[in-house]
């Protein structure tokens, strides 16, 4: 019987290839670091941007202006006018926000989420398509209270939000009851919310937290949007960064409208 040539796995690949790849990841890994601190340091100076680094405070950050108290404040002090206000939850790079804020001039816009350098494409893209009508927070949305006041906002939208499977994160889901409760301090009596998702599992989650939720009525829900003659509400075109990844991986698109009562 011949012996088997067994080469170890590293010496098929030349060394100098080794040391170049590791190089190029290093340097990769460098670079989008600086390009964060980059953004970081860009939204800081935004017009548009407030950032919140305290969960225990009201507090926000924007530009020089330091610890400003926002809550109901946005139309007078940011807008300078008033409108309705409407929010878009876990708002990544904004797109929402701003495609909303192109088709509804007369709306005022604001994206949460807690990534920086996410925030930074849809901050950017407002100022240079100067749109005065959209603003953003960079904060966690557990301390969404903190932000708005009393019948201060009156739609939401929750775009892809993660869905946070295991069992023992279900309170980070942005439709748990824990987050219901807390959005119900600042809503409009009249408030509209959508979520859009693209996970089975957090579609049927919020069904049975919204079912389970006194104060929660479900205005309608479909799984698979695409598959409809016609979408059920007509913002549902717009598409993130993540719907499109989803899209690709031929996921489908779920929608859930609901509303609160408030007192
Ligand atoms: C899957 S991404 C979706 C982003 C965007 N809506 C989209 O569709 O492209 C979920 C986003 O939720 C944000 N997020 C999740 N939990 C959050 C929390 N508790 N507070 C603030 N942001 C949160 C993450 O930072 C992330 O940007």
């Known amino acids: 019987m011949k012996d088997k040539l067994v080469l170890p796995l590293g010496s098929l690949i030349p060394f100098n290839i080794c040391v170049n790849q590791y190089i190029n990841r290093y340097q990769f890994i460098a670079l989008s670091q600086r390009n964060k601190l980059k953004k970081f340091a ?118 892809f939000p993660d869905p946070f499977l295991r069992d023992s994160k279900e309170n980070r889901r942005l439709t748990s009851h824990n987050f219901l409760d807390r959005y119900l301090p600042f809503l409009r009596p009249d408030n509209v919310l959508h979520l859009k998702t693209d996970s089975p599992e957090l579609y049927e989650f919020t069904l049975e937290s919204l079912g389970a939720f006194e104060k929660a009525t479900i205005i309608k829900h479909f799984d698979d949007i695409y598959s409809l003659p016609e979408l059920p509400h007509p913002d549902l075109e717009f598409k993130t960064y993540y719907e499109k990844m989803h899209l690709a991986n031929s996921k489908t698109i779920k929608y859930v409208q609901f509303h609160l009562d408030v007192d």
Request: net charge neutral.
């Open 42 to 159: 860009d939204i800081l100076r935004f017009s548009n941007v407030y950032e919140n680094f305290n969960p225990l405070s009201p507090l926000l950050q924007n530009g020089d202006v330091i610890d400003i108290d926002m809550k109901g404040k946005w139309n007078a002090e940011h807008f300078k006018k008033d409108a309705k206000i409407c929010l878009e939850l876990a708002c990544g790079r904004g797109e929402y926000s701003v495609a909303l804020a192109e088709r509804y001039p007369k709306t005022h816009f604001i994206g949460l989420d807690i990534k920086g350098a996410r925030i930074w494409q849809g901050a950017k893209k407002a100022i240079e398509s100067k749109f005065d009508n959209v603003a953003f927070v960079r904060a966690r949305i557990e301390n969404i209270p903190s932000f708005f006041a009393k019948n201060e906002v009156s739609e939401m939208w929750i775009t």
